[in-house]
C-alpha cells in the first residue's frame, strides 16, 4: 500500500491522481467511518456517507496540495455530511411524530374537528348575509364576546335597540341555517 506524503499532490493531472485517491480510500476509509459514527451513531449511515463521500471524490478530485491538507478537507467533507444528515433525520423524526399524533386521535375527535369547522363556516356565511347592524351587533355580541352594554356604546345607540337588533338578527339567523346546525353550534358550546 502506497503511503500519502507531504509532497505527493492529489490532482487528477497527476499520472497517479488515481491511485492516490484509492490510497486515501484504503488509508481514510475506516477511520472516517469511525469518524462519522461518533457524531451519527449508526454505523450504516457513517459508511454510507463516507462511501458517498469517496464516491464524489473519485469522480471530481479535488485540487489539494498535500496529504494533510487532503486528510482535513476528508475530516470537513464528512463532517458536514453528517451535519446535513442529522437535520435530515431531525425532520424525518418531526414528521413521524406529527403522524403519529395525527393517527393517536380518536376518529370521535376527528368528527369533532370536522362538524365544528364546518359549523362555524356555516355561521359565518350566514352571519354575512344579514343586514349590517343586525350583523354589526351579533358579530359584536357572539363572535367578539362583548356585552350588550359595551356594543349598545361602541354602536353608539340605545341598549334596546341592540337588544332589537340582536333579537331580529338571530331570527334571521334561525331561517338562514337549519336546525341542525343549530343544534351542532349547541353542542359545540355546552
Not at 509532497?7 to 491522481?17: E, F, I, R, V, Y
Not at 411524530?97 to 380518536?106: A, D, F, N, R, T
Request: glycine share 2%.
Amino acid at each position: 500500500m502506497k503511503v500519502l506524503n507531504n509532497h505527493t499532490p492529489l490532482t487528477p493531472k497527476h499520472d497517479a491522481g488515481t491511485s492516490n485517491i484509492e490510497d486515501a480510500f484504503h488509508q481514510l476509509y475506516n477511520p472516517l467511518c469511525y469518524f462519522a459514527f461518533q457524531l451519527i451513531n449508526s454505523k450504516e449511515a457513517a459508511e454510507d456517507i463516507v462511501t458517498d463521500f469517496f464516491t464524489r471524490i473519485w469522480q471530481k478530485p479535488p485540487a489539494l496540495e498535500n496529504s494533510r491538507v487532503f486528510r482535513s478537507y476528508c475530516y470537513t467533507a464528512v463532517r458536514n455530511a453528517c451535519i446535513n444528515h442529522l437535520k435530515q433525520q431531525q425532520r424525518f423524526s418531526q414528521k413521524e411524530e406529527q403522524w403519529q399524533q395525527l393517527q393517536s386521535l380518536e376518529q370521535p375527535a376527528i368528527l369533532d374537528a370536522i362538524i365544528q369547522t364546518e359549523t362555524m363556516r356555516a355561521l359565518n356565511a350566514a352571519i354575512e348575509t344579514l343586514p349590517p347592524r343586525c350583523r354589526s351587533v351579533i358579530t359584536s355580541l357572539y363572535k367578539e364576546g362583548k356585552s350588550i352594554r359595551e356594543t349598545a356604546d361602541e354602536m353608539q345607540i340605545a341598549v334596546e335597540t341592540v337588544k332589537s337588533l340582536r333579537q331580529y338578527g338571530l331570527k334571521l339567523l334561525r331561517k338562514e341555517m337549519p336546525l341542525e346546525l343549530w343544534l351542532a353550534l349547541g353542542l359545540l358550546a355546552g
